[in-house]
């Protein structure tokens, strides 16, 4: 690979994209795979690289989706804003979080919690519903000068690196997911074989995965592809979560297998893995998988889709963990899979 993993997970996990309003993202994303072929942006917001032959009949496509959950401010009361959420954000690690609200400045605000002196009997053992947070500016009565109904906000936090290869920081689900897309196309134009496989690769990173899976939707719907497969990430192991829920963090990619996910591709993934000694484990799930491969999978007639997810820990948080490792076998795996030319000869 000639690009850091590292260094543009880190990157994408400082940008801002929540969804519905993931234009700074997105540009950043645009940038980084203009090296592989022609980008353009769809009018909802999807990017779309378009590589490998150009106009050959048999197309690939690869997802993984660019938003990250966040909030958005529904009121404005004595100087502070209460919010609702965009996507899934869990609302146990907001108090006392640090947010950014996109106003018509960016304002760095702090949601409020009652001390536990004053809390009254029983409440410090519940988790308070979102409408009764509200968050703290600091701006008083200029508030309403500054932040209006409808600006987005965002955790404020900064990746980190751990020990080894992990890191930890926001938005993780789906940034790493879109690195692996990345070091794959780049796996492939360093290897010489990006331009001479016969078929075309289109690299779809979509919008609006939290919020109903629209981006995936609508671009699976406007583009002609013979198969796909998704990248998203998945829950990692830890002492609270069932093993047969979870996927080991550091292990490899998880190849999904499940009614919905084609036969084929999950078992040619899981052969490819193994001749390639490319770190791998399966994930399980009886029926929909909550990915943007539901829907692709299902766009116009069908075709034959596969997933492959990154384990991450603490889902939906400022702080989620992951291995930069797993994120460079899910890029393998996806190379050698695409050098194979998928299910083309099969």
């Known amino acids: ?34 090296p592989y072929g022609n980008v353009f942006t769809t009018s909802m917001g999807n990017v779309i690289c378009a590589s490998g032959k150009l106009g050959a009949p048999y197309k690939i496509l690869l997802d993984a989706h660019m ?4 909030l958005i401010a529904t009121s404005i009361e004595d100087g502070f804003v209460r919010a609702a959420q965009v996507g899934g954000a869990d609302r146990r690690v907001l ?28 409440d410090t053992d519940r988790y308070p519903a979102l409408d009764d947070m509200m968050i703290d500016t600091g701006l008083g009565k200029k508030t309403e000068d500054i932040i209006s109904i409808g600006d987005r906000i965002t955790l404020k936090t900064k ?41 075309e690769i289109l690299t779809m990173i979509s919008v609006q995965e939290e919020t109903g899976e629209k981006g995936a939707k609508t671009g699976a719907y406007a583009l002609d592809f013979n198969e796909a497969i998704a990248v998203d990430v998945s829950f990692a192991d830890y002492p609270a979560v069932p093993e047969t829920k979870s996927g080991k963090i550091g292990k490899g990619a998880m190849i999904g297998i499940s009614p ?28 929909q998988t909550g990915t943007n491969m539901d829907e692709i999978s ?20 400022p702080a989620e963990v992951i291995d930069i490792d797993d994120v460079v076998s899910t890029a393998k795996l996806i190379a050698e899979y695409l050098r194979s030319g998928g299910l083309l000869n099969e």
């Open 260 to 287: 919905c996910i084609d036969r084929k591709i999950w078992k040619k993934l899981i052969h490819i893995a193994k001749k390639e000694d490319i770190p791998y484990q399966l994930e399980v799930m009886g029926g």
């Open 1 to 34: 690979m000639s690009i850091s993993p590292k260094d543009i997970i880190f990157e994408l996990s400082k940008a801002t994209g929540p969804s519905g309003a993931e234009e700074s993202v997105s540009g950043i994303i645009a940038g980084m795979l203009c």
């Open 298 to 317: 299902v766009s116009k007639l069908g075709a034959p889709c596969g997933l492959i997810s990154i384990p991450l820990r603490n889902m939906h948080t």
């Open 159 to 199: 990746p980190v690196s751990l020990m080894g290869n992990r890191i930890t920081g926001k938005a993780l689900d789906d940034r790493a997911g879109v690195v692996s897309l990345i070091l794959a196309l780049d796996i492939l134009k360093d290897s010489g074989h990006l331009d001479d496989m016969g078929i």
């Open 67 to 70: 938003d990250e959950i966040g």
């Open 95 to 122: 108090l006392a979080q640090e947010v950014t609200i996109w106003g018509k400045e960016p304002i760095t605000g702090v949601f409020c919690t009652v001390p536990p002196h004053l809390s009254k009997m029983g």
